[in-house]
């Protein structure tokens, strides 16, 4: 009777696990903790930003993304021109083979405009991604406080002497 209660209690306790696990894999691709800043209720405009490993030996492309709670869903990057960083809209954001590419504040994200509902602090919401080779990724990417940072940028140093 004890081994079935242990039993029982490990599969809730995978179960759980698996279930908090916010991460996704898709052929050599996973994508670890897709987020998004809360913004006000009344915006018209929200980020998603998560970290894309590639383990295969072929690198990939995001080529585009989709999401219900946006009339319109574009990849974006930061790009430094005519002395300020300024948002541009890309065809694509690469991610090369055994490399990495993370979509952050400040670099590539996905952007959503002209949004039909805005997400509350918590919340998830589905996010659709496109990659040239691993084809169509469903994720579903939670709501954090604007002053959030991921575990993986809290090592990253901010050096701000030029400014």
């Keep these: 009777m004890k081994t079935i209660k242990n039993i029982l209690l490990g599969s809730?306790?995978?179960?759980?696990t698996a279930a908090n696990a916010h991460d996704y894999k898709a052929g050599d691709l996973h994508i670890d903790h897709p987020w998004s800043k809360q913004v006000p209720p009344t915006s018209q405009v929200a980020?998603?930003?998560f970290n894309?490993?590639?383990?295969?030996?072929?690198?990939?492309?995001?080529?585009?993304?989709s999401s219900p709670i946006a009339?319109?869903?574009e990849?974006?990057?930061?790009?430094?021109?005519?002395g300020m960083m300024k948002m541009r809209e890309v065809e694509k954001i690469d991610v090369p083979a055994?490399?990495?590419?993370?979509?952050?504040?400040?670099g590539y994200h996905v952007m959503f405009f002209d949004l039909k509902d805005v997400p509350e602090l918590g919340e998830s919401?589905?996010?659709?991604?496109?990659?040239?080779?691993a084809g169509e990724v469903k994720v579903e990417?939670?709501?954090e406080e604007a002053t959030y940072i991921p575990e993986g940028m809290k090592k990253e140093k901010m050096d701000h002497s030029h400014h």
């Design 12 to 16: 809730l306790f995978a179960l759980a």
């Design 47 to 49: 980020a998603a930003f």
């Design 52 to 65: 894309v490993m590639n383990h295969g030996d072929n690198g990939d492309e995001l080529i585009s993304a």
């Design 71 to 73: 009339g319109k869903t």
């Design 75 to 82: 990849l974006h990057a930061h790009i430094h021109e005519d």
């Design 98 to 106: 055994h490399g990495a590419q993370m979509l952050k504040p400040g």
């Design 125 to 133: 919401f589905p996010l659709t991604l496109n990659f040239k080779q």
């Design 141 to 143: 990417v939670k709501v």
